[in-house]
């Protein structure tokens, strides 16, 4: 079991940065695959951006060049740098884990990002 929390979301102007964080309840990147999801209302939930042990990280093509997902594994957090945000980034961000060999998943309760002026 893994309980995930993130934090760091807000409301921000056009063209500003936030970064969210995951904090795991437990050791997670060598056993996890890592990843951070949005779901705006009315959409689908979709994938950011996703990290795993030993691997480069991986990015939607929205975000690439603009949003950075890196782990602290002293820390068992995640965190993604959002930086140029527009108003299309408006969702509620969600922290995943997934074990890759018991396909076990893990979602945080999300952290709402409003990029508005």
């Known amino acids: 079991q893994v309980q995930l929390v993130e934090s760091g979301g807000g409301l921000v102007q056009p063209g500003a940065s936030l970064r969210l964080s995951c904090a795991a309840s437990?050791?997670?990147?060598?056993?996890?695959?890592m990843g951070w999801y949005r779901q705006a209302p009315g959409k689908q939930r979709e994938l950011v951006a996703i990290?795993?042990?030993?691997?480069?990280?991986s990015y939607a093509d929205s975000v690439k060049g603009r949003f950075t997902i890196s782990g602290d594994d002293a820390k068992n957090t995640v965190y993604l740098q959002m930086n140029s945000l527009q108003p299309e980034d408006t969702a509620v961000y969600y922290c995943?884990?997934?074990?890759?060999?018991?396909?076990?998943?893990?979602w945080g309760q999300g952290t709402q990002v409003t990029v508005s002026s």
């Open positions: 990290i795993t042990s030993g691997s480069s990280p």
């Open positions: 995943n884990a997934y074990h890759s060999l018991t396909r076990l998943t893990y």
């Open positions: 437990r050791s997670i990147f060598r056993f996890y695959v």
